[in-house]
Nanobody, 119 residues
């Protein structure tokens, strides 16, 4: 069984920072892509940032220059450093992994972590 466990969400004031972590566990062979998506109330889930096995990254225009995604292959963990947070960043943030495991190539989601930006 492959699981993604997120941590690091919470309440922060506008202009503040948070760091999200997503740890993958299970019999994992390799990752194609890991990343973060978010879903605000009443809106569809959207891509925030992704990183592939070669370290290439892609960001939503709304978070470029403010968010930074990184990975630690040894720990099967991906991080999202979020700076200069805005109220419109408020959402549930979900970790996603496209990976190879003993079950073959599959797409996995974490349970989500709430990020609230408010004064």
């Amino acid at each position: 069984q492959v699981q993604l466990v997120e941590s690091g969400g919470g309440l922060v004031q506008p202009g503040g920072s948070l760091r999200l972590s997503c740890a993958a566990s299970g019999r994992i062979f390799s990752f194609n892509v890991m990343g973060w998506y978010r879903q605000a109330a009443g809106k569809e889930r959207e891509l925030v940032a992704v990183i592939n096995g070669g370290g290439s990254t892609n960001y939503a225009d709304s978070v470029k220059e403010r968010f930074h995604i990184s990975g630690d292959n040894a720990k099967n963990t991906v991080y999202l450093q979020m700076n200069s947070l805005k109220p419109e960043d408020t959402a549930v943030y979900y970790c996603n992994a496209d990976l190879y495991s003993v079950y073959g190539r599959n797409d996995f989601w974490g349970q989500g972590t709430q990020v609230t930006v408010s004064s």
